[in-house]
């Protein structure tokens, strides 16, 4: 048994074999044979050896006579590694002792030399490791030819374990199948791990080195509470482990019963629970938790799988078929927001890969305003819609007024067209996300200018404590009780309010119930919630008074650091709904 800790993001307990995926730098994962496999693996490897022997011996001969024998010679010197026993030697008994396959055995041994040769002093031998490479790649790609992904032959139920996951990988896992989610990197509000969330899928994040211990086929035990993964579990902790899961779907059944009942507070305040969604199937499923609306749609999914860009006509009926699921019920629609770790394979031509802080690059609202075309066709789409029910546009990460404008003036302009041309538009109120410092600070100036704002708290915490999102090395820094981060939450809502529009928040922080109590406290009557979220904040809405809130958010407010914060939140939160916090809490 063997047990990992990582960044818990999506709860829920799961028990299944894991399937290790490899990832693109050609890491092999571990993977087990039965003994009267091994055999095998071992004429594999010979092969494999025997085959690029022949490959290298053809390429010295066709480089010596095209760039002479001094740049051949790199060749024998492959060749020369090949033949070398010791090293051949090596693979098979990683193979008989391991047990493993031959691909893992070269994958390993390799692995182990290019690390000796970069740790000697000697520059010979470190320029050496590039050969190194070359010949492991070389021989992998013999013994694994074209992979099959581990995923696409899944025939039962299992915890994913990866490097990392892209969003549009995560979004595309099937969920009957998959049952956890396991990562060596990501952060608590990286886009993977929100999906895993949204998709109901227990995961953690950050377990640095989970693809290099967990084999294929190896019992494991995800608790998305704790962030704890534990790797071939003994009976005793696989009993104790079944019967939290038990308990857990318990409370979750329970949990459900909310659905129907109001989120108003002890004292009659009405708080009205939105959910956040990726894609139109998710809206019966966020009904079905409680919620009153969508206050979030990440549209910039539609664009994220390889079906390619929708067009104007794909979009609207897209938007169309959300506003007949929710059945009068509010549907805000979120501008692209593409780009940072979110991109489409179908516009790598607007996507630079190569800039160095792509976070604070040209991403989102900045990147439509520079490609009016794919802006006004989103606007064109929603607009159509809007004349179907009742729909908000949210414009993303505005940092100034001059950007928010603008994008109000291509709105404009594309609503006189659709006018023009006879088409039906609706009364479409305009809001923009505060999830920027610079935003949240002229949030009174701006407030002048939109109907709504609506709290990014992701991206605002990363960019008021400058601590990337999705990076698992900083995890510990990334936190919304960072007094900063209180104190602008604090200031857009006194804003929003005095202005008289509306507001409300819808990072990860709005599904948390560690910060409930104090967001209601600032005034927030609006929390847009990962939709399996929805019911646990629903309990503590109508398990406190509005009076205590502001008590508490006055205390809380008056910290002067995110662990004071968080610890007085959690005894207030205890003292209110007991039990709320273990395994619900995910600390943003
Ligand atoms: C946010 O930044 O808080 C937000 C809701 O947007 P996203 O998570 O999609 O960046
Ligand atoms: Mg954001």
Redesign the pocket.
Same mark, same amino acid.
Do not use: A, F, W, Y
């Given at each position: 048994m063997q047990s990992r800790r990582g960044i818990p993001v999506s709860p829920g307990i799961a028990i299944a074999k894991a399937v290790v995926l490899d990832n693109d730098e050609q890491t092999v994962a571990k993977r087990h044979v039965a003994k009267d496999k091994i055999q095998a693996e071992h004429d594999l490897v010979d092969a494999a050896i025997a085959d690029s022997l022949k490959d290298l011996e053809d390429l010295r001969g066709q480089t010596a006579s095209v760039l002479g024998s001094q740049l051949a010679d790199i060749f024998g010197f492959h060749a020369g590694l090949l033949k070398d026993q010791a090293i051949v030697s090596r693979f098979h008994a990683v193979i008989d002792g391991e047990q493993v396959t031959g691909a893992y055995a070269v994958f390993s041994v390799m692995q182990d030399m290019a690390d000796q040769f970069l740790a000697q002093d000697n520059a010979f031998f470190r320029e050496r490791v590039s050969d190194i490479y070359d010949l492991k790649r070389r021989l992998l790609t013999e013994l694994m030819g074209e992979q099959r992904s581990a995923l696409s032959g899944l025939t039962e139920p299992a915890i994913v374990i990866a490097h990392d996951l892209t969003p549009s990988q995560t979004a595309a896992l099937d969920r009957k199948l998959i049952r956890g989610l396991a990562t060596d990197l990501g952060g608590r509000?990286s886009?993977t791990a929100?999906l895993a969330h949204a998709l109901g899928i227990p995961a953690i994040v950050g377990l640095k080195d989970i693809t290099r211990r967990a084999a294929t086929g190896d019992t494991m035990i995800l608790d998305g509470h704790r962030g704890h993964a534990i790797l071939q579990p003994d009976a005793a902790q696989l009993l104790e482990s079944r019967q939290e899961a038990r308990a857990y779907r318990e409370e979750e059944k329970a949990l459900k019963g909310l659905r129907d009942q109001p989120a108003i507070t002890t004292d009659g305040t009405e708080v009205t629970l939105l959910a956040?969604i990726e894609f139109t199937d998710e809206v019966p499923e966020a009904l079905e938790y409680g919620a009153q609306g969508i206050g979030?749609y990440?549209t &910039?999914f539609l664009f994220m799988d390889d079906d390619g860009v929708p067009t104007e006509q794909q979009q609207y009926e897209t938007y169309v078929a959300a506003i007949k699921a929710l059945g009068g019920r509010p549907l805000t629609i979120?501008t692209l927001?593409l780009g940072a770790d979110?991109i489409a394979p179908g516009l790598m031509d607007l996507h630079d890969e190569a800039e160095p802080n792509p976070f604070l690059g040209c991403r989102s609202i900045r990147l439509c305003l520079q490609h009016l075309d794919l802006f006004r066709t989103q606007l064109r789409a929603i607009l159509r819609a809007s004349s179907e029910g009742p729909v908000r546009i949210m414009f993303?990460l505005i940092c100034n007024i001059m950007e928010l404008r603008q994008a109000k003036m291509v709105l404009s302009d594309v609503r006189e067209d659709l006018e023009d041309q006879g088409i039906a538009v609706g009364q479409v109120p305009v809001g923009m996300?505060i &999830?920027v410092p610079s935003a949240a600070l002229q949030a009174s100036v701006l407030a002048k200018e939109v109907d709504f704002f609506?709290?990014?708290?992701?991206?605002?915490i990363?960019y008021t404590v400058a601590v990337d999102?999705s990076n698992e090395r900083i995890a510990n820094l990334y936190t919304g009780a960072h007094p900063a981060v209180l104190e602008l939450i604090k200031n857009v809502v006194r804003a929003a309010n005095h202005a008289k529009i509306g507001v409300s928040l819808?990072?990860?922080?709005a599904g948390d119930p560690e910060f409930t109590l104090l967001l209601l406290g600032y005034g927030l009557r609006v929390l847009?919630i990962t939709p399996p979220a929805i019911p646990g904040i629903k309990r503590v809405v109508r398990s406190v008074g509005i009076e205590r809130c502001k008590r508490i958010a006055r205390k809380a407010s008056s910290f002067d650091n995110d662990r004071e914060v968080l610890n007085y939140l959690r005894e207030e939160l205890n003292r209110i709904t007991p039990g709320a916090v273990a395994g619900r809490s995910m600390n943003y």
């Open positions: 509000t886009h929100i956040n979030l990440r &910039e979120r927001d979110k993303p996300m &999830e609506s709290v990014g708290t992701n991206d605002l990363q999102r819808c990072g990860e922080m847009s």
